[in-house]
């Protein structure tokens, strides 16, 4: 099909400094978990996005020195010419993609905790961090502000190096440059502190050394949080970055506006929960309104006509996303080609920034199983090989998150005939019902992208109101049979904490229920006063909470744990969680674990009370919360009860079980578990995932000699 | 009880049709093919009466060869056989119905179900044509049905949500309404074994057209529609005023 004409102006080409960008996608700088120690996985990644159609496609923050180390969190480095060579990598393919590369030059001042480098960073004052735990900066002095701009001077060159066509002078997220920016941060009284011309010193003085050295062969960005909320003493768009604008217009050469410090970048990356496609606007707009150089700017975009409004009312030049462009890489192509259904719009779940703020860990996107495993594993978004083993039928029962994705990629793998079967009367699973929670309605596009592909696929058909017993599942004529029969909450408060069931928890009473109860079968508890018992640390316990909350009940939230919905803090929900309970009024009751629930009470102790003395908390209902089971009773009847022999003989060749039905965990891991099984149903054994392709040092006789040779003239003093 | 559902294999869209270069017809590569959606209640009403009364259940078409896609999907529904009457070139309704008239004058029927209409032409003639041909009542827009001796006591929906209930002796031929029946899905098994089963084929004797195809074209869009904006009291509030306009 063909681009739809109002969207043309998404495919205008654009000038940025001595670069041109071939259309207005661009994609912002975000992590992903591979920095520059794993330069294939960086490399693919962001190259499938440049195939995609992306014009421009960032490193996540890249780090200048070893003084600015986030590790446990995982930036790119361009420290030395080894890390110019494995960056340059990813250079290159974005190259031949026709897509321009940027580089995110990032000096963490007292955000930096250097736990690998065990250096320490300098800062415009020393007060610790805000974000990180125990983490000072060495207060700058003048010497040391030289040193500072001198290491990002030294890296933009490596940065030109290794490809990159784009360098940033990167502030916002409340890191160095800004930092002097704000008076939160920057308490000096010297010459780069107190007036605002003396806060703009050194990111001005450092935009203008990066673009003497470096601006005729790099276009120079500088990213800039407009509003951190944190009132006067935060970053303040009229204030200062206006003025600021201003006063650097001229050096930059295209500016990236967003919004947020570190400790709370929520606002920034925004939870769909609370924020819709777009929530910057009004602050790059004001940017816009007075820059005479192109803007571009994040705002969770997947909707390609308000992208055009965007551009067409003057608020931005250039579209800039992180999540959307994870969720589908080949968003700009599916505009251009005028396949608008085809877009997997990213959900806004955040599940991808959790693995960065746990540190560590690879970003996992629900919506796009292939994220990240486009090196390790060699899948891409939008390719499928047939499977060699296509000639099989295969049935999928349970059309939950696991079991859609199995069923569209095994579709898209080209099974002879893939039948999709669920009781209900519609695909989702529990997805039907979690986006009705509330501020969750966004989340519904898992299910109703795929609900548009398995529709598309002529092979794969979906058996609405079908509930199959073992032996109607052995008789159905499936050489493949794929249970996705997903999970339910336990109904007798089993949980993680006690690993115990709690006496007199039974959600088959009336004043007991579990959210599957609630939400899936419409149960509601009688009476004011309701106890939420949570153990399970996301969205569930708060998200229930909240809409009993809205509906007039007195709530009281209980956990074993130290902080309601821990995990949410990894999502950026947190805040504006806490702040929503704390608005409707919910009791938040933290390190406290149920001993017994009896009829209008809940008896309970603090998890660290060695004499175990008693609190009761008087209600008229309680939530179970506790734990997750998988609904595993037709895959252990086809195993066990039927037997993998006699299913062999009515023709089923192969049983396996895919997403919560083995075990519960994340939506993304569900649609992954799914996806995985698809992509490798014709391996030697698909029960078992296939080894991926790891990116890590190997010992060989070679480097051994040459290792212990360098580790014994370091010892003795006579390395050169 | 033997019981004879016509069906049709019928052509269905995406979101772009393009036509044949003439424009007497949509190019086949903008069309996918399927059961007509009337007839698979029409289908799974037929098997009802079996499992009811016994008997047996014949699915007929009329159509080329890529037809007996829509035959096997019934035969793996539960059809004891099928049959085909072979008509490849261009057929209107009425020509449908004397190849099909042909056939069931052989077969001999006590019921003969049809669905009420095609999703593809939308003329709902062939049941009724069909009827005339073979010289047997026949009752429209079947909502509901229950066969006694000799006779069908039939619900029959009207306009302005009524309906009618008629006996009708048998045999005769009736136009199934969709949402009458769930109609049953097929298993793989049932499927695999539906795809082996031997389809009578037979060729369609010269009849009359009534109609042809002059022009084929995508009617132009009028200027009418009012869009409602994104915000939902406001939405909400418009379609209540829009509702008590139209309704004054």
Redesign the interface.
Known sequence: MARDPKHDILFEPIQIGPKTMRNRFYQIPHCNGFGSEKPFSQAFFRAVKAEGGYAAVSTEYCSISPESDDTHRMSARLWDDDDIKNLSLMCDMLHEHDCLSAAELWYGGPHAPCMETRCVARGPSQIPSDFEYLTYAIEADKDDIRYLQRLYVEAAKRARTAGFDIVYVYGSHSYLPQQFLTPFYNKRTDEYGGSFENRARFWRETIEQVKEAVGDDCAIAVRMSTDMFLGEAGTQLERDCLPFVELVDELVDVWDINLSGIAEWGEDATPSRFYEQGRALPWQAAVKAISKKPVLGVGRWTDPNAMVDAINEGKLDIIATCRPSTSDPFLPKKIEEGRLDDIRECIGCNVCISRWEIGGPPLICTQNATAGEEYRRGWHPEKFTTARNADNDVLVVGAGPAGMECAMVLGKRGMRRVHLVDAADDMGGTMRWIPQLPGLGEWARLVNYRKIQIDKLKNVEFLASMKLSATDVAAYGAEIVVVATGSYWATDGLNGASHDVIPGADASLAWQATPDQIMGEGKQLDGERVLVFDNDGYFMGVSISEMLALEGKKVTLMTPMGNVAPYMHFTLEAPNMHRRLHSLGVEIVTYYLPSRFEPGAVVATHVYDEHGHERTWDVDGVVLVSQRRSNEALFRSLKDDIGLDTLKAEGVDALYRIGDCEAPRLLADAVFSGHRLAREIDSPDPSVPLPFRRERRVVDAGTVASERAWHEAVVAGTAS | MKTVVCVKQVRTLG??VQFTDGGMDVDPDYV?LALNEWDSYAMEEALRLREAHGGEVLVLTCGGKESEAALRRCLAMGADRAARVERAEDHDAIQVAHALAGVVREEGADLVLCGVQSSDSVQAATGTALAELLGLPRVAVVTRLEVGQGTARVHRELEGGLADVVDVDMPAVLTIQTGIN?PR?A??????QAEQVEIAVSQATDAPSASRVRRMFVPDRGESAEMLGTDPAEVAGRIAEIVKERTA
């Open positions: 979101d772009e996918d769930k899905y298993n793989l098994r049932a499927i695999k």
